[in-house]
């Protein structure tokens, strides 16, 4: 289905509003033409000096009042259906592409930059909205015009109309062909302006970095270098595109003068059927707005353009398959926090694969801490507990039962959560802590502040606990805010505990005693740590050394110094000892 | 945008020749009716074909002229409009790279990226539009009121009122939804704050189950945007069948008094139809002009922004130009009774006074906001002290010009950040004449040979081509081509593991010329320093190396013992 029939299906349910703007447009646009009818018979009844018909004048002007009452509403009605048609087509899609991000694979939220995405959520949607709005106003009346003009030209002299209806669609024509010759010139301007974006965001984006290495002057001859490209590019491309209105418009006077010379050889010697002056006047008009639709027409030809690109790159994501269906799988609340991994076998793309064979037995309570190498894949076990990813053969089980059996949302609730990168969401610092839980009480959720050691910070912000979290969290130490996370993972109190390098950007003191509280919190709670620091994580019961992507020892601190392997390397290269 | 002007003093011709030509295609366009006026009184009434064909060809001359003159118009107007935004590009691109610090602090970076791309691309179309138009709209509308005069001065009291209402309702209409627009951007920001919020969270939003949640968040916002919009559009749609109300109203107006002037002698039934067409050409001109105003004063916005950028001034300037001889034997680095603070609060750094020799190797450890990153910003003059010392070589490092001073100095930030480009362009940063052999020595000691075998392997933005670890060696790769004797590292081993990093360690205390700062938070890494200085809430807490530290200094015993055992502190 093309992109433009998807997004008229989604006006569809706003069906009503379509056709009584049609309605109202059509009734807007006709009396609209009418009215310079009415005009012209008025003026005709003033002959010359005490010759005027002021009864039919004042009949004329009373008709040209009701009739003006009329357009006016109508043309409001239309403007008023138009707008509630876009604005809530807008919102249907907006709603649907962010309910489907949520339903969408993780691997294509991770595949995909972010900041595309949003911009398609916003600046594409809203496009489609801009576009719609054109067609509607411009598209409905437009015909309407052409149209009514039509059956006024072709009711006065059928010939000449048949010359202004051959003529006129030459501007079209003109437009299209303007159009073909700036595509070009805007395609290159517009990669050349994406490249200075980019360079721009980079170097400006980094100008502490610049100055640290003394690299203004180069990167300004870049700049400008660039730069001037930019302007020759530029002028074609503005240049260009600023052919279309005047050309258009000279095709216009062009046949405003040939029907006029037309009507003028008819009016003489009738070789088009007959035509009188009044007549002739009355053919410019017409001719003249007959050809205006033509010409806005063309002038939203571009918005209608982006709006359908827009909306293409729309559909593209709302057409991505979805995590698969779950409805029917079992939900789960309690468990024991047994799970055991059995012949695991994983890779994010077909040519690298990550995980061979890995097979782990967990038993509750125990801790289990991941270690490697930066980039050696420590997160994709966490992945695939969490089932953000699914495992290409073997299975993963809690208490005996296989995850794949189980709802997706049902198995991450049993799962308290500390990412690297602290996520807090915007609202006050109480609504974040609840995040997990609504039904926590403020005494439960300032308990667990407690335990994160984030209470006493928390009591210091201008308004404690309802402090706002702004943008990005820039009141906000790195510390504080995974002190939060912590605060909102103990807040939830789940079975089974993920703290994936959560301690990694708080100082060492504040982690002291992060430990600690870690440390009650994992009493009896099954719990993965991936940590960079050894010594944090000794007393594990299971280490799982990784590297490369796969798991590749696994055992005790002791046992596995005594292997004397991988990690034994990796322990040892912590400490001076040559 | 008054205060733009000077980046369009090399356009004076252009700006005049454009609207002039604008001007004479809308007169053009005026003598169209009078053109046709004469095709019938004098070809069809005196039934002459030759006349009728002659003033034909005026009619395809006016239209060919008409163009010409139009062309020549849009070209000036891209050309003006083009050269002046290259041109305020250049500007602001060279006074952006003027400023310190302090000011980008206050600018921000997206907000210096916008006015850089899509302020100053609105700007440029907006001298564009009021070359064409500014000129355009006003000719028409006055000429209509003027001519209109000229048929009787009685009924252009009709115009005059006309006008006014129709610019009343203009202004009033865009003035009332100005608010609404506002609203209506704020509500699309939250949008997009969400959006990035449910992208960036959606492993937290997925673990905790609060997809409803989210979507509830949403549909709030986009409903509310979504009545924002219905209302405002509500006001907007009025823009267009008032004026058309107005219009008409004085259309019948004129119908009504007219007439009476006809059968009274005073004009003729020609001049109503002129006056009536008058009337419908101020309407279509106010509406250009309407459009035209929005985008001024959007423009004008834009414009605003712009010159905000250029009014800020560096705090920090180079003071002298000229190359400075540093003091033989003296430390390569001194702080004296360094004091800093970054606005009126509390000071950043207090009483710093040390010395770091030259080619040793200095960690600088402490806790998160101890003022660690902010101690090496002031060696490299990024800030100014607020009061107290720095020198570099025994030179003030006031008395630096920026180039010599940073460009001596090698510096590897926290943020792991490798330009767009090829692995050599990156590498060529510090010492743009280096050697190949210059720049794998570099990527030798750094540690990252294993992972580079061609320097021309391309480097995506961000690097993000290279995997964290990868980064922060290619920075410290970077840092080091050129042999610069002075290096400066701030906590750049986050992303390697304790092998890489010792190895990397290692290299560098083979390099008996050059002298290391470390910044840190990794006990491990400043264990066999030279010196170590322990900070906290911007004091000197202690001075020493490991084994000193660790008897006298508290502070540092008790960082040293949340990450190492006992014994393993004691080696």
């Known amino acids: 289905m093309s992109t433009v029939k998807k997004i008229i299906r989604y006006t569809k349910p706003h069906r009503l509003y379509i056709l009584l703007a049609l309605f109202f447009a059509a009734a807007g646009v006709s009396l609209t033409l009418y009215i310079p009818v009415l005009v012209g018979n008025a003026i005709d009844f003033m002959i010359e000096k005490g010759a005027v018909d002021f009864g039919r004048i004042f009949g004329i002007i009373v008709q040209i009042g009701i009739y003006l009452v009329f357009i006016v509403i109508s043309q409001w009605l239309m403007g008023n259906c138009t707008n509630i048609i876009c604005a809530r087509t807008v919102r249907d899609m907006r709603n649907d592409v962010f309910k489907k991000i949520n339903r969408l694979p993780l691997s294509y939220i991770d595949s995909h930059p972010h900041g595309d995405l949003i911009s398609r959520i916003t600046n594409d949607v809203e496009a489609v909205g801009d576009g719609l709005m054109q067609v509607i106003t411009q598209l409905f009346s437009g015909i309407v015009t052409i149209l009514g003009t039509l059956i006024f030209m072709l009711s006065i002299n059928v010939w000449i109309a048949v010359v202004v209806v051959i003529l006129t669609p030459l501007s079209v024509l003109v437009a299209g062909i303007i159009g073909k010759m700036c595509a070009k010139s805007f395609r290159d301007q517009q990669q050349l302006q994406g490249e200075i974006s980019s360079f721009v965001e980079e170097t400006v984006g980094n100008q502490k970095l610049v100055k640290a290495?003394?690299?203004?002057?180069?990167?300004?001859?870049?700049?400008?270098?660039?730069?001037?490209?930019?302007?020759?590019?530029?002028?074609?491309?503005?240049?260009?595109?600023?052919?279309?209105?005047?050309?258009?418009?000279?095709?216009?006077?062009?046949?405003?003068?040939?029907?006029?010379?037309?009507?003028?050889?008819?009016?003489?010697?009738?070789?088009?059927?007959?035509?009188?002056?009044?007549?002739?006047?009355?053919?410019?008009?017409?001719?003249?707005?007959?050809?205006?639709?033509?010409?806005?027409?063309?002038?939203?030809?571009?918005?209608?353009?982006?709006?359908?690109?827009?909306?293409?790159?729309?559909?593209?994501?709302?057409?991505?398959?979805?995590?698969?269906?779950?409805?029917?799988?079992?939900?789960?609340?309690?468990?024991?926090?047994d799970i055991e991994f059995r012949h695991i076998k994983f890779s994010y793309t077909p040519e690298r694969q990550l995980i061979k064979d890995f097979s782990l037995s967990v038993k509750s309570g125990q801790q289990v801490a991941i270690v490697g190498p930066t980039g050696c894949g420590k997160t994709t076990l966490i992945n695939l507990i969490m089932r953000f990813y699914e495992v290409q053969s073997g299975e993963i089980l809690i208490d005996g039962v296989n995850t794949k059996e189980i709802k997706r949302d049902s198995l991450r609730k049993l799962f308290g959560m500390v990412l690297q990168e602290s996520r807090l969401f915007s609202g006050t610092i109480m609504e974040n802590l609840r995040y997990g839980n609504p039904n926590c009480t403020d005494e439960e959720i300032i308990k667990a502040s407690k335990l994160a050691y984030a209470h006493s910070f928390i009591r210091k912000m201008p308004d404690g606990y309802n402090t706002r979290i702004t943008e990005g969290a820039t009141n906000l130490s790195a510390g504080q805010k995974q002190l939060l996370c912590i605060a909102r993972a103990m807040a939830l109190n789940p079975p089974m505990l993920i703290l994936d390098e959560a301690t990694s950007s708080i100082d060492t003191l504040t982690e002291i005693r992060v430990q600690k509280a870690f440390k009650k919190l994992m009493q009896g709670r099954t719990s993965f740590v991936v940590a960079h620091r050894l010594s944090t994580i000794k007393e594990s019961d299971i280490i799982l050394v990784m590297n490369d992507g796969d798991v590749v020892e696994q055992g005790t601190h002791g046992e596995l110094l005594k292997r004397r392997g991988f990690y034994y390397r990796l322990y040892k290269s912590q400490f001076e000892e040559e | 945008m008054f205060k733009l002007r000077r980046f369009l003093k090399d356009y004076k011709l252009q700006l005049v020749l454009g609207p002039l030509c604008k001007l004479f295609e809308a007169v053009l366009e005026l003598f169209v009716p009078l053109v046709m006026a004469q095709i019938i009184d004098n070809g069809i009434i005196k039934n002459d074909t030759g006349y009728i064909l002659?003033?034909?060809?005026?009619?395809?001359?006016?239209?060919?002229?008409?163009?010409?003159?139009?062309?020549?118009?849009?070209?000036?107007?891209?050309?003006?409009?083009?050269?002046?935004?290259?041109?305020?590009?250049?500007?602001?691109?060279?006074?952006?790279?003027?400023?310190?610090?302090?000011?980008?602090?206050?600018?921000?970076?997206?907000?210096?990226?916008?006015?850089?791309?899509?302020?100053?691309?609105?700007?440029?179309?907006?001298?564009?539009?009021?070359?064409?138009?500014?000129?355009?709209?006003?000719f028409l509308i006055i000429g209509a009121l003027v001519m209109a005069c000229f048929i009787n001065l009685e009924l252009s009291l009709i115009f005059f009122s006309a006008s006014l209402i129709i610019a009343l309702i203009l202004y009033l209409v865009m003035s009332k939804s100005l608010p609404f627009y506002r609203a209506v951007q704020k509500s699309v920001d939250k949008i997009s704050l969400l959006s990035r919020e449910n992208l960036g969270g959606n492993r937290i939003i997925r673990a905790f189950s609060k997809q409803d949640a989210q979507q509830k968040a949403i549909e709030k916002e986009t409903e509310k945007l979504s009545k924002i919009s219905v209302r405002v559009g509500r006001l907007s749609a009025l823009l267009s069948p008032a004026t058309y109300a107005v219009t008409y109203g004085a259309v019948i107006l004129i119908l009504y008094f007219g007439a009476g002037k006809v059968n009274s002698g005073e004009l003729l039934s020609g001049d109503i139809v002129a006056l009536v067409s008058y009337m419908t050409q101020i309407l279509l001109a106010m509406i250009v002009l309407a459009n035209l105003v929005v985008l001024l004063s959007r423009g004008n916005a834009s414009a605003g922004r712009i010159n905000e950028v250029f009014e800020v001034q560096p705090s920090v300037r180079e003071i002298k130009t000229e190359k400075v001889v540093p003091t033989e034997n003296a430390p390569k680095v001194e702080f004296k009774n360094v004091s800093f603070t970054y606005g009126d609060g509390d000071n950043e750094l207090e009483?710093?006074?040390?010395?770091?020799?030259?080619?040793?190797?200095?960690?600088?450890?402490?806790?998160?906001?101890?003022?660690?990153?902010?101690?090496?910003?002031?060696?490299?003059?990024?800030?100014?002290?607020?009061?107290?010392?720095?020198?570099?070589?025994?030179?003030?490092?006031?008395?630096?010009?920026?180039?010599?001073?940073?460009?001596?100095?090698?510096?590897?930030?926290?943020?792991?950040?490798?330009?767009?480009?090829?692995?050599?362009?990156?590498?060529?940063?510090?010492?743009?004449?280096?050697?190949?052999?210059?720049?794998?020595?570099?990527?030798?000691?750094?540690?990252?040979?294993?992972?580079?075998?061609?320097?021309?392997?391309?480097?995506?933005?961000?690097?993000?081509?290279?995997?964290?670890?990868?980064?922060?060696?290619?920075?410290?790769?970077?840092?080091?081509?050129?042999?610069?004797?002075?290096?400066?590292?701030?906590?750049?081993?986050?992303?390697?593991?304790?092998?890489?990093?010792?190895?990397?360690?290692?290299?560098?205390?083979?390099?008996?010329?050059?002298?290391?700062?470390?910044?840190?938070?990794?006990?491990?890494?400043?264990?066999?320093?030279?010196?170590?200085?322990?900070?906290?809430?911007?004091?000197?807490?202690g001075e020493g190396t490991h084994g000193e530290l660790l008897k006298t200094c508290g502070a540092y015993r008790e960082i040293c013992l949340s990450q190492l055992s006992e014994s393993e502190a004691e080696k």
Not at chain 1, 240 to 255: D, E, K, Q, S, Y
Not at chain 1, 288 to 295: D, I, S
Not at chain 2, 62 to 90: E, F, H, N, P
């Open chain 1, 213 to 337: 290495f003394a690299y203004e002057n180069r990167s300004r001859q870049q700049f400008s270098e660039m730069n001037s490209r930019l302007f020759k590019i530029g002028l074609r491309a503005q240049f260009a595109g600023a052919l279309a209105n005047p050309c258009t418009r000279f095709v216009n006077n062009m046949v405003y003068a040939v029907t006029g010379i037309v009507g003028a050889l008819t009016a003489v010697s009738a070789f088009m059927g007959v035509l009188s002056i009044g007549q002739l006047s009355c053919f410019l008009s017409y001719a003249n707005q007959y050809t205006k639709p033509f010409n806005e027409v063309t002038g939203v030809l571009t918005q209608i353009q982006t709006a359908i690109a827009a909306g293409g790159r729309v559909f593209e994501v709302l057409e991505s398959e979805d995590e698969p269906d779950d409805s029917k799988s079992r939900e789960i609340r309690q468990v024991k926090g």
């Open chain 2, 54 to 138: 002659k003033m034909g060809g005026v009619l395809v001359l006016l239209a060919v002229v008409g163009l010409s003159s139009a062309l020549v118009c849009q070209y000036m107007a891209s050309y003006t409009s083009q050269g002046a935004g290259t041109k305020i590009r250049d500007a602001m691109f060279e006074h952006i790279g003027n400023l310190s610090h302090k000011e980008l602090d206050e600018l921000t970076t997206p907000s210096l990226i916008t006015r850089m791309t899509s302020d100053i691309n609105a700007v440029q179309a907006n001298i564009a539009m009021t070359m064409r138009l500014l000129l355009r709209a006003p």
């Open chain 2, 351 to 541: 009483d710093l006074s040390f010395t770091i020799e030259k080619n040793s190797f200095t960690g600088i450890i402490g806790t998160t906001g101890s003022g660690k990153s902010t101690l090496l910003s002031l060696i490299l003059r990024y800030y100014d002290t607020t009061s107290g010392e720095v020198f570099v070589d025994g030179v003030n490092v006031r008395d630096y010009p920026f180039s010599q001073l940073r460009g001596q100095i090698g510096v590897v930030p926290q943020k792991s950040v490798l330009f767009s480009g090829t692995v050599r362009s990156n590498m060529l940063w510090q010492n743009e004449n280096a050697t190949d052999e210059e720049i794998f020595d570099a990527l030798e000691t750094a540690q990252a040979r294993g992972f580079v075998d061609d320097l021309d392997k391309t480097v995506a933005q961000g690097g993000t081509n290279f995997s964290g670890g990868q980064r922060q060696r290619l920075c410290i790769a970077r840092a080091l081509v050129g042999s610069p004797k002075l290096v400066i590292l701030d906590d750049s081993f986050s992303a390697l593991d304790f092998a890489t990093e010792k190895a990397l360690r290692n290299a560098l205390l083979k390099k008996n010329d050059m002298t290391f700062i470390v910044v840190t938070q990794r006990i491990s890494t400043v264990m066999s320093a030279d010196k170590i200085l322990v900070l906290e809430d911007g004091k000197l807490e």
